[in-house]
Structures are given as C-alpha cells and as structure tokens.
C-alpha cells in the first residue's frame, strides 16, 4: 500500500490555466506538507496543515491555495499559471510525536506550464 | 536565509570510496537532524537521523557525524556503490510539530 499518494504524476498545461493536485495519506498522520522542487533540486516548504489547519503558509503567491477537505488528504490547488510554476511539487506527512520523526513524502507530481 | 547550509553541491566517489557530504546550522535550538535520500523521479525517503544528544549514530553502511559545539553533521557513507548514487539532503528542526529545514542537496554519483 502506498503511504503517500499524488494525482497527477505528470501534469502539462498552458500559462493562465487552473489546476489541481491531489494528495493523500493512509497512515493516520497529523500533518501534511506541500513542498516545490525546483530544477536545482532545492526542497522549499510552501504549506503544513495539522488537523486540517494551516500552521505554516510561506511566502507563497495566492494564486496557491491548499485545501484539507480531511486528515487523510491535502490537495494544491494553483490558479493563473506561470511558466515559473514549473517544478515537481511533493507532498508530505508527518508523525506529531517523539520518536523517530520522520517526513514521508509522495512520489511527487511533475509540473509543465507552456 | 538558508539555515541548513549543505555542502558539497556535487560529489563524484569511485566505488568502494566514502563519500562525506557536509552540513552546518545555526539555530541552537535544532534538536533533530535527518538525512533524506532521493533517486530520480522518487520523493525524498528519510535514510538516518540523530539527535544532538549523541555524537554519531551508524546505520549499516551509513554513518551521521555530529558536533553540537561546531553546529555541524555529516554523512559518511561506506564503500559507496553504484546504487548509492542519488541526492542527498540534510535537514533540521526544533521537533515534533515544527517545520523541517532542509539543506540544499547533494547529487552524488558513485562510479562503478
């Protein structure tokens, strides 16, 4: 079974398009993060929801929006594309307890803005 | 400002060889520090942790090197092999709750 999960895995489109990416998680975490990788393979934070809450929103343009319609999933939603939204974006889940803390992360969802 | 610096950006190490990729941090209140491994076209997966109680933790073939005086850690991987080629990030955080700061990656190649 997958513990994280992204739809697309591929997703081209052109500039001034909507579009969304979904992600879920089966493995009963509290937190889920969306990350963008850009072509140098830099890993910038972009949202972290706890409880279907967002705690952290970094300096992101709105066009992002996150949306946690529940625990088990965060979906990215992005409006007005940009040729400079092109990256492979990753979400994350995370135990909120001691112990080993680790950050599961989905397979990623690569995006093409033409 | 970047507060996990990596280095280096880039490592070639022939099979066998040890690869070592260098971390630095300056918040003091870090008190985890993972190593994520990421193959082409995969998401990150975490590879080895430590806390800033001890002062090295082995896994295998992989080694974490902390000193919490320098505000530094390391990876150490032994006899390194084909398969090990991939990106490496460091990362730090304050603990359970807080936001993971990652390093800006390693892209290793190990050559056969």
């Known amino acids: 079974d997958t513990a994280v999960s992204q739809t697309p895995k591929y997703l081209v489109t052109q500039m001034g398009n909507d579009k969304s990416i979904k992600c879920e998680q089966n493995l009963g975490h509290d937190t889920m993060y969306w990350y963008k990788q850009d072509s140098k393979k830099f890993l910038k934070i972009m949202f972290s929801y706890n409880n279907k809450e967002l705690i952290i929103n970094e300096t992101v343009p709105n066009r992002f929006s996150p949306k946690s319609p529940d625990k088990a999933h965060l979906n990215l939603h992005i409006n007005s594309l940009e040729l400079g939204d092109s990256a492979v974006y990753f979400c994350a889940s995370r135990t909120s307890g001691r112990g080993t803390d680790t950050q599961y992360f989905g397979p990623g969802t690569r995006l093409t803005v033409l | ?112």
């Open chain 2, 1 to 112: 400002q970047q507060q996990v610096k990596q280095s280096p950006q880039s490592l070639i190490v022939q099979k066998g060889g040890i690869s070592i990729i260098n971390c630095a941090y300056e918040n003091t209140a870090f008190d985890y520090f993972p190593w994520y491994q990421q193959f082409p076209g995969k998401g990150p997966a975490l590879l080895i942790a430590i806390r800033p109680d001890v002062s090295e933790k082995k896994e295998g073939r992989f080694t974490i090197s902390f000193n919490k005086s320098a505000k530094q850690f390391s990876l150490h991987i032994m006899d390194s092999q084909p398969g090990d080629s991939a990106t490496y990030f460091c990362a730090a955080s304050k603990g359970p709750g807080n936001q993971f700061y990652f390093g800006t990656g390693t892209s290793l190649t190990v050559i056969p």
